[in-house]
């Protein structure tokens, strides 16, 4: 009984304080973050220096003798043309389609005429800069049409400069071409114009907009072949505007009438859909079986190994995961300043969602508290976060030369992807259990207010 009474004397006191200080952080900084531009400007900020690092990396992985490009070019064909350069890049593409079985010629291309005509490191490396800064924004974006939240937005747009960590070994942000931030680009460019088509004022351009979609998306999965198990976002984008679009009807009509609309809203999407079975037919019913002689590396299979490779995956995402003592050096890859910089995140969050709470809570931007959140929204957003996390997971789980390979400090490319929907689910628990400390605090702010009119 004392210690329940302790517990709850501690709990009282711990909640109360955080509410005081919180409040008193808020009274000196709202003036200054009135503009919701400011939010995202400051966030954003922190985003650029996060990935800007990508500068400071020298060639790495695949990169060293691909770029070497211009100079095979000249060898075969005797100049460097555009064409001679597309040449280069359809030989190398029918080569794994033959041997491997495996179509990502959107890759080949990119590829070849980066190194071709980008031949500076400096050049390169701002490319892949700009890559993976677009891939982010692109993903906060369509975050925020899905969840209609600002809260939500800016908070995981903050973590994403600290779930992003860059890897001594297959590391899919400094090497392999920004072929992840590539295929990143177009999935969710895919699932943006899907949700729009789902929103679209005539059938006619809602069924263009989702011709556009399904061709970005399947140029996408001809890009690597990750983004054929990202199909579920765009999926999910596009019903999330449907339900967007017919809210009264969804939420309040009890006759269920509003279904018949639903169902033939979906006809809309079959572009889309028409573009993920057409490829995973071609590549995974057509080539993968006439392939000649599939290496060991891409051989699939299952067994008790992929349970343990697949839950492996789920961590190396996170923060910290990948930590090296070597990252405290100031002008490291990482920066210099990990630990500093989740601590600082921390913090940011937290002071970030009370600003929201405490300047906009009567209008403008909503709390995001994951229990008072929309349910179809709420479910869409960690649907997003779960295949994000658990599709990279799941692929190196069923390739037999990953089983005795991945850990929790090691990992496949697949790894950028993750870092996503990790930054995507610290946002949700910053929301959910920091949100109901901060509303108190907002909430007495504004009574005091209220008491002293």
Same mark, same amino acid.
């Given at each position: ?5 302790a ?5 009282i +006191?711990? =909640? ?6 919180t =409040?008193?952080?808020?009274?000196g900084?709202?003036?200054?973050w ?5 939010l995202?400007?400051f ?14 990396s ?8 691909n770029?070497?490009?211009p ?5 075969r ?5 555009p064409?001679? #350069?597309w040449y280069e @890049?359809?030989?190398?593409? =029918?080569? /794994? ?9 959107v890759?080949?291309?990119e590829?070849r ?5 980008? !031949? ?20 906060? +974006? ?8 600002h809260?939500l937005t800016?908070l995981?747009?903050?973590f994403?400069?600290?779930? $992003?960590?860059f890897? !001594?070994?297959f ?6 071409v ?13 699932a ?11 059938k ?7 011709i ?9 999965m001809?890009t690597?072949?990750?983004?054929f198990?990202?199909f ?6 596009f019903?999330t ?7 009264? !009807? #969804?939420?309040?009509?009890t006759? =269920?009438?509003?279904?018949r609309?639903?169902t ?10 028409i ?9 995974? %019913? ?32 996170w923060?910290?995961?990948v930590?090296?003592?070597?990252d405290? #050096? ?17 913090a %940011? ?7 929201? @709470? ?19 929204? +709420?479910?869409?957003?960690v649907? $997003?976060g ?6 990279p ?6 390739q037999?030369t /990953? ?15 993750e ?18 400390n ?13 008491? !002293?009119?």
């Amino acid at each position: 009984m004392l210690m329940m009474n302790a517990k709850q004397t501690f709990r009282i +006191y711990f =909640n109360g304080s955080l509410a005081s200080v919180t =409040n008193t952080l808020l009274k000196g900084v709202t003036p200054l973050w009135k503009n919701l531009r400011l939010l995202y400007l400051f966030t954003g900020t922190l985003f650029v220096i996060t990935v800007s690092n990508v500068m400071k990396s020298s060639w790495s992985g695949d990169d060293w003798p691909n770029s070497q490009t211009p100079y095979w070019v000249k060898w075969r064909y005797g100049s460097l043309t555009p064409a001679h #350069v597309w040449y280069e @890049a359809q030989y190398w593409n =029918n080569q /794994w389609m033959q041997g491997q079985g495996r179509f990502y010629v959107v890759q080949w291309v990119e590829s070849r005429f980066v190194f071709a005509y980008f !031949r500076s490191l400096w050049q390169y490396k701002l490319l892949a800069t700009g890559a993976l800064l677009l891939a982010g924004l692109l993903f906060v +974006y369509l975050l925020y049409k899905v969840s209609r939240s600002h809260s939500l937005t800016l908070l995981t747009l903050l973590f994403l400069s600290i779930t $992003i960590q860059f890897r !001594r070994d297959f590391d899919p942000h400094i090497a392999f071409v920004f072929m992840v931030p590539s295929l990143l680009i177009k999935v969710f460019l895919a699932a943006i114009l899907a949700h729009r088509s789902s929103q679209a004022k005539t059938k006619l351009r809602g069924v263009l907009l989702s011709i556009l979609a399904g061709v970005i998306f399947f140029i996408g999965m001809a890009t690597y072949e990750y983004a054929f198990l990202l199909f579920p976002i765009v999926l999910i984008a596009f019903m999330t505007g449907i339900v967007q679009l017919n809210e009264t !009807r #969804v939420f309040e009509d009890t006759t =269920n009438k509003y279904k018949r609309y639903l169902t033939k809203d979906l006809l809309i999407f079959l572009p889309v859909l028409i573009s993920w079975v057409g490829y995973g037919l071609f590549v995974f %019913g057509y080539l993968r079986a006439k392939a000649q002689g599939i290496s060991g590396a891409y051989v699939l299979g299952t067994s008790l190994k992929s349970i343990r490779t697949f839950l492996s995956q789920l961590v190396p995402a996170w923060p910290l995961a990948v930590f090296h003592f070597s990252d405290l #050096v100031p002008f490291g890859l990482n920066g210099g300043t990990e630990i500093f910089a989740i601590i600082f995140a921390l913090a %940011g969050a937290y002071l970030l969602y009370g600003l929201l @709470a405490h300047t906009f809570g009567n209008g403008g931007i909503e709390y995001f508290h994951a229990t008072k959140m929309v349910k179809p929204y +709420y479910w869409a957003i960690v649907i $997003i976060g779960v295949d994000l996390i658990c599709s990279p997971a799941f692929m190196l789980s069923i390739q037999r030369t /990953w089983w005795d390979r991945a850990g929790i400090t090691r990992s496949y490319l697949g790894i950028l992807i993750e870092e996503l929907g990790s930054a995507l689910f610290l946002a949700l628990l910053v929301a959910f259990f920091i949100g109901k400390n901060v509303k108190a605090a907002a909430a007495r702010t504004r009574k005091g207010k209220g008491g !002293r009119k």
